[in-house]
T-cell receptor, first 109, second 112 residues
Framework: QKEVEQDPGPLSVPEGAIVSLNCTYS??????FMWYRQYSRKGPELLMY????GNKEDGRFTAQVDKSSKYISLFIRDSQPSDSATYLC?????????FGAGTRLFVKA | SQTIHQWPATLVQPVGSPLSLECTVE??????LYWYRQAAGRGLQLLFY??????ISSEVPQNLSASRPQDRQFILSSKKLLLSDSGFYLC???????????FGQGTRLTVV
């Protein structure tokens, strides 16, 4: 079992839709959770991070962590074509950060 | 502010040739440094990480090696490349402790 599982998609939605991206993890020691956005042929850029359980909101993006079920979510409201990218979830409990496989998102105009 | 530089952006190398990819970080001291490889359509595979000068931890036995000759410099090397070494190589840094990682722009390596 991978430490961080993520459906690779692709996920295709119309412009303006609410997008829900999800990951599960297996290691209870993970305390720090992140979402990265990666455009084609570029390095991942940090989108949001959350420490332990709870919600965090930043503009159209909301990150949610439920440690009881080991579930990580990212919600994108009013999705835009510029949101089309690969989204990677990640979890860390110390030196190492473990990444999910990434979900490819396409937002159609 | 902190920045991370990784070069070259693209590299085409013949099988059996050596490899040297370099990564440097500016604006911070004693960062944790990481090399990841990303195969097409797959997640990030951690190859090496370093918590200090000369300290290297290897995650996956392979044809590659890493070195950290200076505090903010991390080098990925190979003596003889294999076809299977092709991929997108990413360098990353983070502060010690449980924090987020920041990535360079990556090197796309094609071994022919």
């Amino acid at each position: 079992q991978k430490e961080v599982e993520q459906d690779p998609g692709p996920l295709s939605v119309p412009e303006g839709a609410i997008v829900s991206l999800n990951c599960t993890y297996s290691n209870s020691a993970f305390q720090y959770f992140m979402w990265y956005r990666q455009y084609s042929r570029k390095g991942p850029e940090l989108l949001m991070y959350t420490y332990s359980s709870g919600n965090k909101e930043d503009g159209r993006f909301t990150a949610q962590v439920d440690k009881s079920s080991k579930y990580i979510s990212l919600f994108i409201r009013d999705s835009q074509p510029s949101d089309s990218a690969t989204y990677l979830c990640a979890a860390s409990g110390g030196f190492k950060t473990i990444f999910g496989a990434g979900t490819r998102l396409f937002v159609k105009a | 502010s902190q920045t991370i530089h990784q070069w070259p952006a693209t590299l085409v190398q013949p099988v059996g040739s050596p490899l040297s990819l370099e990564c440097t970080v500016e604006g911070t001291s004693n960062p944790n440094l990481y090399w990841y490889r990303q195969a097409a359509g797959r997640g990030l595979q951690l190859l090496f990480y370093s918590v200090g000068i000369g300290q290297i931890s290897s995650e996956v036995p392979q044809n590659l090696s890493a070195s950290r000759p200076q505090d903010r410099q991390f080098i990925l090397s190979s003596k003889k490349l294999l076809l299977s070494d092709s991929g997108f190589y990413l360098c990353a840094w983070k502060r010690s402790g449980i924090t987020e990682a920041f990535f360079g722009q990556g090197t796309r390596l094609t071994v022919v």
